[in-house]
């Protein structure tokens, strides 16, 4: 059974950092793309980041230079790192996975529960 379970949110003040973890079982994450997305209260899910099985990445750019997406192969893991967050940044962030590149939703398969970060003061 595919399976995909985000971590490591929780609640930071602006300008501080956190790392979440997407931790993937039932397959092998290593040969597909892993995706980060968000939703934020009221608004409509929109994609963060991604990573290709060869280590490709890409960002949006509304997060571009302050995450940073990686991923640990033999831990089945991708992680997000998210520093100098902004108050905008909260919102419920998801993980999933695809067989293609990109932050089309409709390139994901699988998705996760999600996690909840929160910036704010």
């Known amino acids: 059974q595919v399976q995909l379970v985000e971590s490591g949110g929780g609640l930071v003040q602006p300008g501080g950092s956190l790392r979440l973890s997407c931790a993937a079982s039932?397959?092998?994450?290593?040969?597909?793309?892993i995706g980060w997305f968000r939703q934020a209260p009221g608004k409509e899910r929109e994609g963060v980041s991604c990573?290709?099985?060869?280590?490709?990445?890409y960002y949006a750019d509304s997060v571009k230079g302050r995450f940073t997406i990686s991923r640990d192969n033999a831990k089945n893991t991708v992680y997000l790192q998210m520093n100098s967050l902004k108050p905008e940044d909260t919102a419920v962030y998801y993980c999933?996975?695809?067989?293609?590149?990109?932050?089309?939703?409709?390139?994901?398969?699988?998705w996760g529960q999600g996690a909840q970060v929160t910036v704010s003061s």
């Open positions: 990573i290709s099985s060869s280590g490709g990445t």
């Open positions: 039932g397959f092998t994450s290593l040969y597909y793309v």
């Open positions: 999933a996975s695809g067989p293609s590149f990109g932050l089309a939703e409709n390139r994901y398969n699988y």
